[in-house]
């Protein structure tokens, strides 16, 4: 199955954070001591995929923690700037817009976005909330408490609208 993260397209079927299609942690590990220097090959390739990391993130100014879990089919549809922090989840088939902070809040913890959420536009998802699956974010939203599945939520704070 394809799924795209940003401007990169990955193909695969289990779920994985950019840091899992970037980072050091899909780097391929020795067969044994035998076939490779100890270490040194998969040193080398993680520094060249963190460089990689550095450059894509800055032509899309979009910067995602590697690692953030990011489930297939989740699109970002166009350039940043966008900011998606470490210990941030987000589920499957959900949209990003452009300039949106998915970060840390005043209090520890990150979001959970679950499957089939869109995020408006200028939104801003702050600190350990949960924003339930199939939620509409209006544009302009600073997420700061949770909202239910299936909610369109508005404003500053968000908070859900009838419709
Ligand atoms: C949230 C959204 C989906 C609501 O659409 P909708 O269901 O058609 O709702 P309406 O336009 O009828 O508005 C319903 C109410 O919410 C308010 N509202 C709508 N969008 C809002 C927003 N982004 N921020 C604050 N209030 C908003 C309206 O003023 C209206 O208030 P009222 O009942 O007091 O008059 C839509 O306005 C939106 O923000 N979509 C995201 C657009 C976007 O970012 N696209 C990416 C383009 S690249």
Same mark, same amino acid.
């Given at each position: 199955?394809?799924? +795209?993260?940003?401007?990169?397209?990955?193909?695969?079927?289990?779920?994985?954070?950019?840091?899992? %299609?970037?980072?050091?942690?899909?780097?391929? +590990?020795?067969?044994?001591?035998?076939?490779?220097?100890?270490?040194?090959?998969?040193?080398?390739?993680?520094? =060249?995929? +963190?460089?990689?990391?550095?450059?894509?993130?800055?032509?899309?100014?979009? /910067?995602?923690?590697?690692?953030? %879990?990011?489930?297939?089919?989740?699109?970002?549809? *166009?350039?940043?700037?966008?900011?998606? /922090?470490?210990? =941030?989840?987000?589920?499957?088939?959900?949209?990003?817009?452009? !300039?949106?902070?998915?970060?840390?809040?005043?209090?520890?913890? =990150?979001? !959970?976005?679950?499957? *089939?959420?869109?995020?408006?536009? *200028?939104?801003?998802?702050?600190?350990?909330?949960?924003?339930?699956?199939?939620?509409?974010?209006?544009?302009?939203?600073?997420?700061?408490?949770?909202?239910?599945?299936?909610?369109?939520?508005?404003?500053?704070?968000? *908070?859900?609208?009838? +419709?």
């Amino acid at each position: 199955m394809a799924r +795209r993260l940003g401007a990169v397209q990955v193909a695969g079927s289990q779920r994985l954070g950019l840091g899992g %299609v970037l980072g050091p942690d899909r780097l391929p +590990r020795p067969a044994s001591s035998d076939t490779l220097p100890p270490g040194v090959l998969t040193t080398a390739l993680r520094s =060249a995929l +963190r460089v990689l990391r550095k450059i894509v993130a800055l032509a899309t100014l979009i /910067n995602i923690d590697e690692r953030a %879990v990011i489930g297939p089919g989740t699109f970002i549809p *166009h350039f940043g700037p966008i900011q998606i /922090n470490g210990e =941030a989840s987000i589920g499957a088939d959900c949209a990003i817009h452009q !300039v949106c902070t998915i970060g840390a809040g005043s209090r520890p913890g =990150a979001p !959970v976005i679950e499957d *089939h959420v869109f995020i408006g536009a *200028h939104t801003c998802v702050l600190g350990p909330v949960r924003i339930g699956a199939g939620a509409v974010i209006g544009s302009g939203a600073v997420v700061i408490g949770d909202i239910p599945a299936g909610a369109t939520a508005v404003g500053v704070p968000a *908070h859900p609208i009838a +419709r």
